[in-house]
Structures are given as structure tokens and as C-alpha cells.
């Protein structure tokens, strides 16, 4: 199940942007943020398919939805200029962003080389 944050659960859940000056990563899991708006419809096509990837990878990954309009600080924070933009976290090393309704193959690929997350089942 994807979950919505909003500013405080952001700071302890992914990135505290007010305390600290470089990335340093709060979670627990490697996460998937899609920053989206309930307007956009590319962002409307792309949330079954990270619904469906938060129930895979349950317990591997979070994925997290960050409202572009009720959080424009967050958004302006990661720089976001355009929607859907899907930031991929994994727990060591730096974040990746990618632009646009990415296909679910696309997803995955990065859940792997970015989060560095293995899903047995989808190799199965």
C-alpha cells in the first residue's frame, strides 16, 4: 500500500532537508517517492502500477506518494519542475530521480540497480 506524506513524515521517514545540508537517508527500507498531483494524468496512469509494486515488494521497499500541491515545499526542495517525477531512495548511496509515466519494466529495472532490491517472484 503506497502512503502519503507530507512535510514532518517526510523529515523522519526519508530526508530531514531542514537539518541537515547533505543527503542522509532516515528510512529503514529503500523507498520509491513519486511526486505527483491529482490533476495530472500521467500521474493518474502511473499509481495502479506503484500500488501493485508496494504489494510485491511489501516488506523490501516503501513507497511513498508526496502531493505536489499541498507540499510545494518538498517539491521545491528536489527541484521538481514537472510531473510525475519518481524518486528512487535506496538505503546507502545517493537518490535518483526519473521524469515521467515510466512504463512498470522501467520500474523494476531501477528497483534493482538503483534500490538494489531482488523480488523472487517477479524473477520467477
Known sequence: ??????????????FDFEKNAEWKFEGGLPCIIDFYADWCS??????PILEEISEEYKG????????????????????????PSILFVPKTGNPQMAVGALPKTNIENAIREVLEVVNEKVLA
Open 1 to 14: 500500500m503506497t502512503e502519503h506524506l507530507k512535510k514532518e513524515e517526510f523529515k523522519t521517514k526519508v
Open 42 to 47: 500521467p500521474c493518474k496512469m502511473i499509481a
Open 60 to 83: 523490501k521497499l516503501n513507497v511513498y506518494k508526496v502531493d505536489t500541491e499541498q507540499e510545494q515545499e518538498l517539491a521545491s526542495v528536489f527541484g521538481i519542475r514537472s510531473i
